[in-house]
């Protein structure tokens, strides 16, 4: 395998506007179904969708970047209804110059008096990362610290690519801007670093 040198990653501002579905068709394959339209998979991270079975199982997960459902047993018919964000409804943020992602998993420890060892317990999983950006004015800033609405979060959808964008191997998830660090050196142009807060998972793709 091929060492990878460091690739770009893009960034999207959603602008909240979302698709309703009603009953859409999901394609089952043992306790997992994804839905059938690829281009209604990219879920409304603010308005979790319901996903129903006709056997009866339970959802235990939904995969926001994907559009799977994850059950507790093998599902028969699944459909799905909920909001899907197209495109055309993210708009770009500009091209990122460098990123970093953390991706982890909570746990605890569930040691007792007498072990040797220790015994962590897994708990959620997380993700995080951050970015620098060329600065062009405090717009964007604007758009991170103003919220109008907070129960619907100002999201954006990255990408970072691991390989040329033309393979289009890359993760890809939402995510909120909790903190931007304006620099300006005498030697450099100004960037801004970008702390990135993951909201709900985040998903690899190689096609």
Known sequence: MAIKHGKIALMYLWDKTATTMTAEACTVSGNQAQITAVT???????????????????????????????????????????????QANLANAGYLIDWSLNLGLATADGSSKGDAWDNPIAGRTNWNGSANRHYQSNEFTLLVTYETSPVEKRLFLLEFYTDAVAQLDRYVGWALVSGVNPTSPLTDTMKEAITITGFQNIGYFTT
């Open 40 to 86: 209604k998979r990219r879920l409304n991270p603010n308005e979790p969708p319901v996903f129903t079975d006709s056997g009866g199982k339970t959802v235990i997960y939904i995969d926001y970047i994907n559009g799977i459902a994850y059950f507790t047993g093998n599902a028969t018919i699944v459909t799905c209804t909920g909001e899907y964000v197209l």
